[in-house]
């Protein structure tokens, strides 16, 4: 079965190995999510499944396209929705739940996140640069500096490095090791950092790196 899983960031802690050797860990809450609809090569062009996490409880949150999507699959409404591609379609039937059992101690996973929002930044906080020389006099401590040229070609290149929004990003953390699987809270707890905030939404899926 293909690993693929909806979840959310819990927060940090850390855990002790066998040999007494301190682990950072991150605490995911994998579903359960459920089937919401099967793709297939003859109708669609490819194999995979829709899953969603979390139920909406109140109906009046779910617009008319949507609430059809869900009653033709037979499946309360859900605030999340996530394609999967699968080799074998026929292990999945519309409605069936998958939990953190798909995953075991020892696997390797990729999690994709949004990272933190940090709002407007400056050039040093964005970027890392250096910023100018500290004495009183400088005049020019945390600003940019210089950003083009002279007469030609007289504009601003594309993709300068400037001040502006921070965070708000994906980003995928690859290969990152699953320490320990708790199936009855459906939490698994991988070894190291994942982007975003606490209870944010998170996508788990076996790594696409498996060897480097």
């Not at 999510?33 to 793709?39: A, F, G, P, R």
């Not at 949150?61 to 591609?85: C, I, S, T, W």
């Not at 949004?114 to 640069?129: C, Y």
Request: proline share 4%; net charge positive.
């Amino acid at each position: 079965m293909a690993k693929g899983i909806i979840g959310k960031k819990i927060g940090m802690t850390q855990v002790f190995s066998d040999n007494g050797a301190v682990i950072p860990v991150t605490v995911v809450q994998a579903g359960p999510c459920v089937v919401v609809q099967k793709k297939t090569v003859e109708s669609d062009g490819y194999n995979a499944i829709q899953i969603g996490f979390e139920e909406i409880l109140s109906e009046k949150k779910v617009n008319k396209p949507m609430a059809g999507h869900f009653k033709k699959a037979d499946v309360k409404p859900m605030k999340y929705l996530r394609e999967v591609r699968v080799d074998a379609i026929d292990d999945y039937n519309v409605g069936q739940t998958i939990s953190t059992e798909i995953f075991a101690e020892g696997d390797l996973v990729d999690i994709q996140g949004v990272t933190i929002g940090k709002g407007f930044a400056g050039g040093m906080k964005r970027w890392n640069f250096a910023g100018g020389p500290g004495g009183h006099g400088s005049g020019f401590h945390r600003r940019l500096g210089s950003i083009g040229m002279k007469e030609w070609p007289a504009e601003v290149n594309k993709g300068k490095k400037m001040a502006g929004h921070l965070g708000v990003e994906t980003v995928t953390t690859q290969r990152l090791k699953v320490v320990k699987v708790m199936p009855e809270k459906n939490v698994i707890l991988v070894q190291g950092s994942v982007s975003g905030h606490k209870n944010g939404i998170i996508y788990i899926k076996g790594t696409a790196k498996p060897k480097r």
